[in-house]
């Protein structure tokens, strides 16, 4: 829209028609208080503090609700206005209680700053304070009533932004209170209760203490914690989540995640795993002693030396006498790109095994190598928030991936996108949707070939509930979208996948996404966690790029297969990172009697259980580095929290390696290098150069110092990984950004004969994996949501509609 | 025949609900009426007559009771078999409203929004209504009884008690 100019005390600023005029403001630096506003939300002029004198108009205006217009002149500071905005607070103040120095809120709060700003804090009010006890609406929401402003805006980000629609506004003047959706006449308990995804984002909107958070409650206060931005570690969107941190006598425990200063690829937006779900790392139950099995079957504690020590020995002697080919090695999903990258080389270059697999959850590979030769064809989290058309297949993102269900809803919400899904299920986010293909159960498959132009294909979605003609309209309707973003659930695999891919990439403007479980599951197929395939897809045989590596051309065992050799006996070894694979694949325990079972976790998993030797690892939130999400978007990950006797995976592989006499500077490229000889790098002689140093001096890098510093490992996926030419700057800052698999569309790789290996997750709201069984809120949650029958929500129309 | 199964309301109000909600732009329009019907026939809004409002007009249960609680001419608890509301605003006040209900209080021995235990009468202090000229004013369910003095009120609590409608200013309003 054509931009419009006015003056705002005086400073003439410019602003495109149709801006609210605290929005206009607040772009060039003009600071104007409001409690009940809320970007993106529907306006509420609810609370008054916004108000502004514009000329030629009588009384003060609401900045919040007014549309800027050309030659508008703005006071947003005068006497008059303080005076008007103290009157507001005074009015505020008269019921709420001065509880500051207990309130979680406290040095948080809007009001606290307001008051403090416009000096209100004495009240004309003599009337007794309306008092009323704290409610437990849910294991991590809490309402105080008396501290409630009714600025509206929980009422609003739970029915608007999250379609959830369980908060509501009842009574009225003085006695007006929020009211959650389960009345206390209705409880079992006779206690309120809200009925809801407990995402927390009423807790986030709030301006003061009124909705508090059940994990981070009177424990502490802001100005007390460290503040560390990471990424979350639980679904494929990777949020940015920030973690309090305080320490403790034994590390630094994590007292509570928030979204503190929404600068993440989830802008606003946090669910509660990313907000509630870290406290795993501060349960009782972690190892923080490395445990060796004796020979009298016990585990036993033992330094780390000697464990390490008893692991680079055996690996050694294994290999060297029943060969790499006898070792497997399991990656995970929820370790840093460089720690996957890590140990990926480790089994290729130390152990001498392609045999290197990971718990796969969405087919990555598939999703590489169809749009192999193309650009501009994989798209972004940020995408889903302003694409005009989004089309969903398969999948269920409220539960899967809550960031993009909230982009989604938020981009038709406020940008009138156009959404059409196709799925097999009544997902929620069907409400938002222009146009909804209900398909017959397991026909994904036939769903791809109908989309892409087989018309027989039909027959086989079809079932009582949509007949043929639906399909056709449905796949019309997506046809005639001049741009479309795609975003792909995990049914679609191998052949489908690819199907479906080849045609989507000769319209123009389609843009795709594969959606997979956890932080690091793209991350961990981009870094070649597969037993065919190096970091960025590049093919074992006939390539280049990897040629330092001198790996083994033959394809390894994957997951499963490494299991069948264990049980007939012929793998020697298991290195097992960060995975679960003998409960995920239900394998039998005495498959792996005769095999030596190394693990790192943090947990005694059914995994753990069985290992010859348990490293104590380090989770996400204790480690640096950087995660890829499902889209590809790159994010840095930083350390926050600490616990005494655990170590990252990264240091771990190292120290292994170290321990079986590796060349430690071929496997983490640190200091001067291996050959400082740079006059070398040209001509004849050019094999001879070490080419990290030539590739850093020729980036301005300088090379890392020690050999545990992921970076060093950073800058050889740079160098090496197709795909991976990464913004340093953009990384550190802590900004995302998007990446897409270079793959070389001449490389021969057959999708149509790979085994299909993934694995959904199927983690509910509440559920996240292994690591989620050890997380004491998520587990108060499920206990929670089972102690009502499903209500439905999904099923029902409301106010909004 | 009512839209919906089961319907907790007699057949005539179920059928006029049905109208109801093809009258507006949305079907939601008809909430506050539907309440009011329903409140006539059931005495109050009980949590059945919730579940089936919002039934009926695709609303949350949440969204009926947030309206619900606005409206102080709603209940959520029956009342008496005769509702006793007596006006406190500015005529009636002027020409002794509150001695009029601090007698109906005396006599019936309950308060504001109170039941007596036999549930034949509940009283409500409430805002004008509308009869400025005779007042002061009470009104019991839908019928009006204005300049009144105490001794009139005692005469028409015991006509009521005994059964007697004493219709005097007629018009039933429902």
Known sequence: MADVTLTVDGKKITAPAGTLLLEACKSAGIEIPAFCYYPGLSLQAACRMCVVRIEKMPKLQTACTTPVTEGMVVTSESPEIAQARKATLQLLLGNHPLDCPVCDAGGECELQDMTFKYGAADSFYAEPKNHREEQKWSPVVYFDRPRC????RCVRMCGEGMDVFALG???????????PNVPAQMSPDDLAHVDCEQCGMCIDACPVGALTSGTYRYKTRPWEMNHVSTICTHCGDGCKTTLGVRSTTDGSEIVRGDNRDKSGINVDFLCNKGRYAFDFANNEDRITQPLVRQPNGEMEPVSWEVALDHVGKRFRELRDTRGGKSIGVIGSNRTTNEEAYLLQKFARTVLGTNNIDHHRTADYVAFARALAGTTDRT???????????????????????????????TNVRNNRARLYIANSAEIKLRRQAKAFAHIAPFSY????????????AVDALTHSGADASSFHDFRKAIR????????????FRGADLQRLLAFGKTLPNRKFALISDYVNSRGAADMGLLPDLLPGYTPLAGNTTFAEYNTPTAPGLDLLEMFEAAGSGELSALYVVGSNPISRYGVDPASLKDTFVVVQDMFLTETAALADVILPAANLYEKSGSVTNSYGDLQLVNKAGDR????????????????MDANMKALVPFGKGTRADMGQSRGAQSGEADRHAVWLSANNMEPKLSPFDPFAILDEIQRLVPGYNLLRLQLLSGNAQHLQPAVNANDLVQIGNRRDLVLPANDTLFTSGTLGRYSAMLSDLQHNESLRPPTGLTQIQTAAD | MSEIANTIFSPETAARFDHLVTIYPLKRSALVPMLLYAQDEIGYISDAVIAEIAQRIDLLELDVRNVLSYYSMLRTKPAGKYNVQVCTNISCMLRGGYEILDHCKHKLGIGHKGTTPDGVFSLEEVECIGACCWAPAIQINYDFHDDLTTEKVDVLFQMYRDGLSPNTTGKDVK
Request: glycine share 8%; proline share 3%.
């Open chain 1, 149 to 152: 402003i009714l600025c509206y």
């Open chain 1, 644 to 659: 005494a006797g655990v170590r990252t995976d990264f240091e771990l592989i190292v120290r292994i390696a170290d321990k």
């Open chain 1, 445 to 456: 498959g036939a769903l791809a070939s109908f989309l892409a132009g087989d018309d027989s």
């Open chain 1, 169 to 179: 506004i009842q009574n009225r003047g003085s006695s007006s209170v929020i009211a």
């Open chain 1, 379 to 409: 798209a972004s989290l940020n995408d889903t928030l302003t694409a005009p058309a989004i089309m969903i297949l398969g999948g269920d993102p409220t539960i899967q991936a809550p960031a993009t269900a909230w982009n989604i809803r």
């Open chain 1, 480 to 491: 005639a979208e001049e741009s479309l973003l795609v975003l792909l659930g995990s049914e």
